[in-house]
C-alpha cells in the first residue's frame, strides 16, 4: 500500500521505517526541512537501537522517501498516519493540541479522493471525534475521507520490535471498511499472531493514556514502599520480590530508584488527569497526581543522599552523575530525573560532572554549565560522590576496585537499583540504594 507517515520525530521515524520494512511504500512528511535532508541522507536525528539500519535500506531502496508537501502527501498516500507530538501545554498540565490540529487543518484540503487519516498520537479523550468532524468539513471528497484512531506503544530502546512485533492493536474505528484498510497495512504483523482490539474512537484514546496511568502508578507505589522501607529499616528489593511472585502482581515494574522521566509518562499521567477533570470526573484520577508527586520525591530523595554522603553540603565538592537520558538505549534526556538532580546539586554548588554513553550532544546543548566526561573513568577521577542514574548496561560492569582508585571518595547512590551492591562494599565503597539499608564502609 501506499502510506504517508506525518511527523518525522522518534514515533514518526520509527513508524515510517517499519512500515516499509512490511513492504509498504512511505512518504514521511514534515515541515522541517533540515530533518527531512537528514532523513533522505539515511541519518536519523536521535538514537534507537536498529532504527538507522532501517532507515538505510529504505531510503536505498525507494521504498521510503521523504517530503516537506502535504499536497505531494495527499495525492500519494491511501492511508495518511499522523504521528505528531502532543506535549504539555505551557502553564497548563493539559495536552497542548496544535501539532495534531495542524495535520488536519494542512492535509484535508488536499484529499480529493478516498483516503483513510489514522492518528496515533497520545490525545486527550474526545480529539477524534473533534478531528473527524473537522475532517470531514474541510476535505474536498468529503465522506470518502475517514478517520480512525490507532495508538503507539512503544518503548524507547525497543521502538522498532514494539511497531514490528507489538504485543496488540488496537483499532479506533467507526466503520467495517476503515478496519479492513487498516487490518491490511498491518496484514504481516497480524498473521504472526498480534491480538486485534476494535473499538470505538474514546476507548482507543483512554487505551494508551490508562496503560501509561497504570504503568507510573506501579512505579510510584513501589517508590512508595520505598521510602517506607528506609525509614523502617527494611529492604524494597526483597519486598518487590516477594510481592512480585503473586501472579496478580507480577514483578515488571517494580524496581524501586529515581524514578520516571522521558516525553510520556509524566506529561501523559498530568494531561489525563487534566482531562478528567475538564470532563467533571477529577476525583477519579485524583490518585495520579500522587502518583506525580511521589515521583518527583525521588528525586529529592537521591539530592539528599547526596549532600548526606558529602557531610550536609555538597557545596565546593566533586559530584560525578552516571547517565543523563531518562532510560538506557536511549539519548532522549526530556525530563531526564539524571539531568534534573545534576542541576539542582549543581545550583547547591557542587561542581558536577556528566557521562552517558549515547546522550551527551543532548544534555551538553540543554545542561550547557555542567560539566562533561568522555568516560566513566574520567567522570569518576577525584569524584566526593558518584550518583548512578541511568541503569545503562556499561555502568553494571564497571570494576569497582578500579573506580575507588580514582575517586577522592568511594562513596556512590545506585538510584536505580541494578547495581550489585555487595560487590562495591566489598570493593571498598559506602552505598546508598534507594530503598535500602547502607553497605560498605563510611
Known sequence: MRLTVIGTGYLGATHAACMAELGHEVLGV???PEKIAALRAGRVPFYEPGLGELLVKHTESGRLRFTTSYEEAAAFGQVHFSCVGTPQRKGSDAADLTYVDTVIESLAPHLRGPALVVGKSTVPVGTADRLAARLAELAPAASAVELAWNPEFLREGFAVQDTLSPDRLVLGIRSAAA????REVYAPVIAAGTPVVTSDFPTAELVKTAAN?????KI???NAMAELCETAGADVSVLAEAIGHDARIGNRFLRAGV???GGCLPKDIRAFAAR???LGTGRSLAFLREVDAINMRRRDRVVELARQLCGGSVHGHRVTVLGAAFKPDSDDIRDSPALNVAARLQLDGADVT???PKAMDSARKSYPLLGYALSAEEAVTRADVVLHLTEWREFAELDPHRLASLASHARIVD???TLDASRWAAAGWHVRVLGRPPAGVR
Request: proline share 0%; hydrophobic share 45%.
Open 30 to 32: 514534515d515541515v522541517d
Open 179 to 182: 478496519e479492513a484498510r487498516l
Open 213 to 217: 496511568a497504570f504503568l507510573a502508578t
Open 220 to 222: 510510584s507505589f513501589i
Open 259 to 261: 524514578g520516571f522521566g
Open 276 to 278: 478528567a477533570e475538564e
Open 354 to 356: 556528566v557521562y552517558d
Open 415 to 417: 538510584g536505580r537499583g
